[in-house]
């Protein structure tokens, strides 16, 4: 049986760091749906029970839905359970997908985070200095806080896209990708 050499350390170390922050922060974040369909609940028993709205609650199940897809886009990376509409990808070899893999991080990934990132901390930054709120009456006091959250997001998704192209550079280079047991 051929010894196959393993991806370089500094690679697993790195990759496992970053799938383990986006696995805590995707573990956390999947439980603001649990408060979502609570929250949806009410206030649809509010609304068609007692004839009573609230924008508060409409505007806490829009940034409750923005925090479980901006917060969770890394850990559905590293779970490679992102949309694909792509019918010939699936049945590719390995390397093949590992090409693909690191073509589509290198000219898709990483410049369209780098582009919601640059644009969005101006928006943030002035949002924070006016201390942005809703502008209906009800409304949830700190938008600035949601907002703030857009730059964090593709930061996180930027990482894993990290992880996932030095996992699949390390394919490409037929290396063995198997991680420490325990």
């Given amino acids: 049986m051929e010894k196959t050499s393993r991806c370089p350390k500094t690679f697993t170390t790195i990759t496992e760091a970053i799938d383990s922050v986006n696995e805590i922060i995707g573990k956390s974040v999947s439980w603001l749906s649990f408060l979502l369909v609570l929250l949806v609940t009410i206030n649809v028993v509010m609304r068609y029970g007692f004839n009573m709205n609230f924008v508060f609650f409409e505007e806490m199940e829009w940034h409750l839905y923005a925090l479980i897809f901006l917060l969770g886009a890394g850990y559905t990376l590293r779970h490679n359970a992102h949309v694909r509409v792509d019918v010939i990808y699936q049945r590719l070899p390995k390397r093949a997908k590992a090409f693909i893999n690191v073509t589509g991080v290198l000219f898709f990934l990483f410049p369209g985070c780098y ?68």
């Fill in 115 to 182: 582009l919601v990132i640059k644009t969005s901390i101006p928006f943030v930054y002035s949002s924070w200095l006016m201390h942005e709120g809703s502008a209906d009456p009800g409304g949830l006091p700190a938008r600035y806080m949601l907002k703030a959250v857009v730059p964090v997001a593709f930061v996180l998704l930027a990482i894993q896209g990290l992880s996932m192209l030095l996992k699949n550079i390390c394919i490409l280079l037929g290396l063995d990708l198997k991680r420490k047991e325990g």
